[in-house]
């Protein structure tokens, strides 16, 4: 099925550690994003990109880097966790090709103690 | 001020009511939209406005662009529907990226 593919779904990691998120999109979408949603807020934008080549900061980058080296990838890579990065994370892309609808990964539950 | 702004923020209904969520933002916007979220997780889009109306299934959203508002109206509303309804609108200036309100969080009891 077409659509946002995010792994995993679950992590749990120690303090100092690093992991990557993965996020593939296989509607040829330009604009991908990464979201952190904590309880009882909505979603704060980490980082996006406008295409392959392109990335640039949300309202909370801090600890957190991406890369987009092709259209349908956009990984988020975790640098040295913080229990502060415990959270839910959500890749989401949109593109002209799909009206501009925004699309959603599954999410990933992530704990860092 | 947030910039989108979204009431009620909690809203609990019997089974068959009609529901009406309110989208308020104080920014020029080229889009708005809805979407749902189910209790342990997923997103899914319900809704791209630019005007207008527009209407699926029990779903209605709404948009007056002078007034700088829109509403989601629920029909028949189900236990099914409980959900957390958020509302975010793209900026003509803004490469896709969107201000998110801060959801409306919906219970529908049977």
């Known amino acids: 099925n077409a659509g946002v593919t995010q792994t995993p779904k679950f992590q749990v990691l120690k303090t100092g550690q690093s992991m990557t998120l993965q996020c593939a999109q296989d509607?040829?979408?330009?604009?991908m994003s990464w979201y952190r949603q904590d309880p009882g807020m909505g979603l704060r934008l980490i980082h996006y990109?406008?295409?392959?080549?392109?990335?640039d900061q949300g309202e909370v980058p801090n600890g957190y880097n991406v890369s987009r080296s092709t259209t349908e990838d956009f990984p988020l890579r975790l640098l040295s966790a913080a229990p502060s990065q415990t959270s839910v994370y959500f890749c989401?892309?949109?593109?002209?090709?799909?009206?501009?609808?925004?699309?959603f990964g599954e999410g990933s539950w992530l704990t860092v103690v | 001020k947030n910039e989108v702004e979204q009431s009620p923020q909690n809203l609990t209904a019997q089974e068959g009511e009609f529901i009406t969520i309110n989208c308020s933002y104080s920014?020029?916007?080229?889009?708005l939209h809805w979407l749902q979220q189910h209790p342990g997780g997923g997103i899914v889009s319900l809704f791209m406005?630019?005007?207008?109306?527009k209407k699926h299934g029990r779903l209605i959203a709404t948009i007056n662009i002078q007034e700088k508002h829109s509403s989601l109206h629920i029909t028949a509303s189900h236990p099914r529907d409980s959900a957390v309804y958020i509302c975010?609108?793209?900026?003509?200036?803004?490469?896709?990226?969107?201000?998110w309100g801060a959801g409306t969080k919906l219970i529908i009891k049977p």
């Open positions: 989401a892309s949109t593109g002209v090709l799909s009206g501009n609808t925004i699309y």
């Open positions: 509607m040829n979408h330009e604009y």
């Open positions: 990109s406008v295409g392959a080549g392109i990335t």
């Open positions: 920014v020029g916007i080229s889009a």
């Open positions: 406005l630019s005007s207008g109306k």
């Open positions: 975010a609108v793209r900026r003509p200036d803004s490469n896709y990226q969107l201000i």
